[in-house]
Each structure stands twice: as C-alpha cells, then as structure tokens.
C-alpha cells in the first residue's frame, strides 16, 4: 500500500539550532516526492522535489532533503532554523495517476 | 497572477444547508483538486478534475458534488451539511495530473464549521 509516515507530530527548536524533520513512504517504484510547508491560516507553500537523479535536493529558504531509496525516506533538513520557519510542514508521495498521499505533518516550533 | 483564489475565507453553516465553495485559477492549468484537512490526517483528497467537463472522485466523496464547465473554476458544493464535514478544505491546480511531477499550487482555504 501507497503511505507516507511523518513520525513527529511537533517538533521544538532554537533558534539557530539545525532541523530535520523525518519522513518515511511506501511505494512500490520510485516516487515522487515533496515537502510543503503551510504557514498558519495560510495554504501550502513548495519547498522542494525529488524526481530522479541527485538524491540530496535543495529547496527554497535554505531548507534541503535527502532521499534514500534503500531506507524508504526522505528527510528535510536545514542547518540553521529561523522564528519565521515555524510552520506545519507536509511531507508529499505523487505515487500514482491523479493521486497525492499527505504525512500527517509536523508542526515545528521555534524558540528565540 | 493571482494563482489560485478560494472564496469564502470563512463560513459558519447550520446542520443540512447547503453551499458553494468557489475555487478559480488564472495559469490555465488541467488539472484542479479539492481536499480537505483535519487534524493530525494531512489533507484528502475529495474531488478533482482533469479538464473541462470531467471529473472524478477521490479518496472521501461522500457528501460533495462537483462540476467542471471551464478550465478556471473548480466549484465544491455541500449539498446538505453535516458536523462532519467541519475542516478547512483547499483547492490546488497543476499543469497536469497529480501523478506526474508536477507540483500544486494550492488556495490559501476555506474554513468551514457546520453546527
């Protein structure tokens, strides 16, 4: 069965300190996959892709991830969090024709 | 370019009304969606479109209809409201199908409580 696991319902850190945010899937060949990130009151927002090739993917506000096949995951990582990344972030499998599966997100919180 | 627009922001139902959540997009996209979020499941896909005049159902359809008769808007209708259709629900649209790589660009929501 298609899924994908975000294991930390919250997360809190300092700011300035290093983030990574876990994501696990299930998906029978190479997926497609996404990280968003949704601002509070506001709609989901792309922070990044992976398709193919390269598995360490940049994104967009310094965020990257790292997808490895042979551990079914996709990690988002950013050296250094700033206050205005606290958000609800969503780790996304494109896995199928018209079918997007959602993590249940994580919700990241930051302290100065 | 104003992306993707939801109309209302908010709405306040009562039990068994209906209503019509409005999703227009400018990017001549294909493909539109609908979900809806509620805590602690990520978002669900209702209903979506992959162009005029067709439409299918998603992973929870049950109590939402949809129709598709131009390539901008993207309606969602309640036709008799229930407590547990209380979510936030967002539209997205994309160049093409949601299977491809292609990313979503999503409303900013609608959040809607049935008393």
């Known amino acids: 069965a298609q899924s994908v696991t975000q294991p930390d319902i919250h997360i809190t850190v300092s700011e300035g300190a290093s983030l990574e945010l876990r994501c696990n899937y299930s998906y029978g060949a190479t997926p497609y996959l996404f990280w968003y990130v949704q601002s509070p009151g506001q709609g989901l927002q792309l922070l990044l892709k992976?398709?193919?090739?390269?598995?360490l993917v940049q994104g967009i506000k310094g965020f990257e991830a790292e997808f490895k096949r042979s551990q079914s995951s996709f990690n988002l990582r950013k050296p250094s969090v700033h206050w205005s990344d606290a958000a609800e972030y969503f780790c996304v499998l494109s896995g199928g024709y018209n079918k997007l599966i959602f993590g249940a997100g994580t919700r990241l919180a930051v302290h100065p | 370019n104003a992306g993707v627009t939801q109309t209302p922001k908010f709405q306040v139902l009562k039990t068994g009304q209906s209503m019509t959540l409005q999703c227009a997009q400018d990017?001549?996209?294909?493909?539109m969606s609908w979900y809806r979020q509620d805590p602690g499941m990520g978002l669900r896909l209702i209903h979506y479109s992959v162009g005029a005049g067709i439409t299918d159902q998603g992973e929870v359809p049950n109590g939402y209809n949809v129709s598709r008769s131009t390539t901008e808007d993207f309606p969602l209708r309640l036709l008799s409201a229930a407590p547990s259709q209380t979510s936030v629900y967002f539209c997205a649209s994309s160049y093409s199908s949601a299977g491809s790589n292609q990313p979503q660009h999503f409303g900013d929501g609608t959040r809607l409580s049935i008393l």
């Open positions: 990017m001549n996209h294909e493909y």
């Open positions: 992976y398709f193919s090739g390269d598995t």
